[in-house]
Nanobody
Framework: QLQFVESGGGLVQPGGSLRLSCAASRATMGYYAIGWFRQAPGKEREGVSCITSDGRSTNYADSVKGRFTISRDNAKKAVYLQMSSLKPEDTAVYYC????????????????WGQGTQVTVSS
């Protein structure tokens, strides 16, 4: 069973940057696609970005394209989300999650989840 711990969240001003990390408990994370999701108060959890197990393919929600970059280092059992040009509407709890067989935007298809890290974009 995989466990994940997210870190790197915090308070940042609009236009600023943050780098989120998702640390896995086992090297078997290398067999899974990893997605980043976020959930703002009163809203449903939504997909932000995903990267395939081998790191060769990525996708992004339209709202973050050109501002966020996902990457992974399987040797370090980690996935990252570099966030730039942050906006107040990016404020949410950010989660990483794992699934087999490629990326998906469907929350219910992800098997393992972290506890989340809070990102607040405010002046």
């Amino acid at each position: 069973q995989l466990q994940f711990v997210e870190s790197g969240g915090g308070l940042v001003q609009p236009g600023g940057s943050l780098r989120l990390s998702c640390a896995a408990s086992r090297a078997t994370m290398g067999y899974y696609a990893i997605g980043w999701f976020r959930q703002a108060p009163g809203k449903e959890r939504e997909g932000v970005s995903c990267i395939t197990s081998d790191g060769r393919s990525t996708n992004y929600a339209d709202s973050v394209k050109g501002r966020f970059t996902i990457s992974r280092d399987n040797a370090k059992k980690a996935v990252y989300l570099q966030m730039s040009s942050l906006k107040p509407e990016d404020t949410a709890v950010y989660y990483c999650a794992a699934r087999r067989h490629g990326c998906s935007t469907s929350v219910s298809t992800y098997t393992y989840w972290g506890q989340g890290t809070q990102v607040t974009v405010s002046s």
